[in-house]
């Protein structure tokens, strides 16, 4: 490939992206604007009901729930759609040379403009809360450790899906499990008297991921070294499992599209 | 001299049924019985060296194996044996308006859709005039493509397709589509694009256009290079074994 169609063709990922957003609600009543009010009223309804079923302060919970949600509505967003992206646009692997990873680029990019739009809902909320605390800072970094956990994790999957196409049940499934299993819905001291449970959250990686964003947003606190080490850990083993199986399966896949 | 295209002992195989065998559960079932999955050959061992400056025609029946044949010379396809070396700058045609979204303007369209074929940004604005001007289509470019008649869906696609100066062309079969006098137009362009010494390798089941336009035929039967020579005697043996062959 020359330098002008690498050129080309990364233009086309950035385009590519710019259009699915773009047409996502082109046409729609009140257009572009559900971009916001989507996760928006999703949010709200989620931190409504689990107020609710937690009987905990709507004020309190909104924050501390959102601090967690946020990045991983991210993480699934990415996730699901990176592994069906490939499969999705056989139209072009079957007909044009483009790097086959380059499908589940454009989901990525995409879910992280809508992780954006979404953390804007929660700076607001955040205004209108409580005021910042100074471990707000390690946020870019935070972003970072759960875009390359959202890559790895995405990647891999993509490459899995274009081999067996009836894996996404059980991905969704599994991604609910560890949602509702971890601490991302419940405050850990909502469970304090039950020493099993806190054990067992101890060997949830999720829950060190979400403490990434629910520890300097909710509690103000810095997280602890403990949570970047498996959040980093986690990320670099997904990248590196996701590029490992491209990288081995890419020759493979163009057969199973 | 360095060959444009080596083909070397090149052989496919799709898997037979794709959909029913790309399941987890087809795949935990053949581990259990042992059973491999079932293989379609699309090309056996094909070996076919193309020299700079040559225009090469290949016919076959359907599923012959020729646009398999381009894919894999175009790079899309990586064989599951034998040896592919291109070298040049390759430039696959193999269906017009790749990338197109019916929603985006012929514009927009011209684009994403020459980002695909190899075009950055700027070598596009550079070229639009030029498609505009082939296309006839400067009236309409803003439109959406949706609102487009397949004939000017068409028109622009080729237009573009053409301003991506190729030193290697791939094309199968694309000119489907569109009035006489625009198809006239595109076979007259795409005529001075193959005599300005573009290496070119053209998928068609018109045989006479083949003969005329090619220096040189490959006729691909059930996967294999049955004849490969002068265009007229390809065709002629092309036409006496598929004239006697039952449908």
Known sequence: MTSATGTAHRYFVWLYAQNVLRLRYRGAWLGAAWSILQPALYLVLMAFVFAVVNRASLRDYVVYLFAGLIPWRFLEQAALGMMESVPAHGMYTRKVRVPLFYFPAVQFLVALVDFFVAFGILVAVLAWQQPWALPVIVLPAAVLVWAGIAAGLGLLLSVLF????????????????LLFTSTIYFKPETIAADATRLRLLAWDPVCYWAALFQKPIYAGTWPLAADWTVSAASAAVLLAAGALSYRAAHNRMHYYL | MTPAIDVQNVSVRFLKDPLRQHTLKHFLASRRSGGR???????????????PGEIVGIVGRN????ST????MSGILPPVEGRVAVGRRVTPLLELGIGFHPD?????????????LGLPPAAV?????????????AAFIDEPVRNYSSGMYARLAFALAM???PELLLLDEILGVGDEFFLRKCLFRMQQLIRSGVTTVLVSHNLDYLVAQCSRLIWLDEGRVA???????VAAAYRSREGHRPT
């Open chain 2, 37 to 51: 999955g079932r293989l379609f050959t699309a090309l056996d061992r094909v070996t076919v060296r193309i020299e």
């Open chain 2, 69 to 72: 044949l381009l894919r894999v």
């Open chain 2, 125 to 137: 604005a550079r070229k639009l005039d030029a498609i505009l001007a082939f296309s006839e289509l």
């Open chain 2, 227 to 233: 004849a490969d020579g002068a265009p007229g005697e």
């Open chain 2, 63 to 66: 599923g012959s194996g020729k």
């Open chain 2, 104 to 116: 985006l303007s012929g514009r927009e369209n011209c684009y994403v859709s020459g980002a695909l």
């Open chain 1, 162 to 177: 274009v081999f067996f196409r009836d894996i996404r049940p059980l991905v969704q499934m599994g991604l609910m499990f």
């Open chain 2, 163 to 165: 301003e991506v100066e």
